[in-house]
């Protein structure tokens, strides 16, 4: 069974910055979740998951929402087995729930039906 809980979240002032973490354990069908795709989604109040970032287990790659490119940056340190998300110029608009996920073996990165394990998210607040 894979655990994911996130910390880091809380309230800051537009233009700001926070950076998420996500704790892992824990392993499925073989897969260790340092050898395992992660990424972020958000789901402010009333909308849907959507994708903000994700990172590749073997060697890194990152891909981005166009919402967040340039200002969220995700990173890994597989000896930890945690996944961060640097959030630099920080929007009102990029208040939500934030989550932390693995993905399935196979599966686009942009889409929730893509992840099977999910952390129970840390609220992000930004104030304009």
């Known amino acids: 069974q894979v655990q994911l809980v996130e910390s880091g979240g809380g309230l800051v002032q537009a233009g700001g910055s926070l950076r998420l973490s996500c704790a892992a354990s824990?392993?499925?069908?073989?897969?260790?979740?340092?050898?395992?795709?992660m990424a972020w989604f958000r789901q402010a109040p009333g909308k849907e998951r959507e994708f903000v970032g994700a990172i590749n287990w073997s060697d890194s790659s990152t891909y981005y929402a166009d919402s967040v490119k340039g200002r969220f940056t995700i990173s890994r340190d597989n000896a930890k087995n945690t996944v961060y998300l640097q959030m630099n110029s920080l929007k009102p608009e990029d208040t939500a729930v934030y989550y932390c996920a693995q993905k399935r073996f196979s599966g686009t990165y942009y889409v929730v039906g893509s992840y099977e394990y999910w952390g129970q998210g840390t609220q992000v607040t930004v104030s304009s």
């Open positions: 824990g392993r499925t069908f073989g897969r260790t979740v340092s050898r395992s795709d």
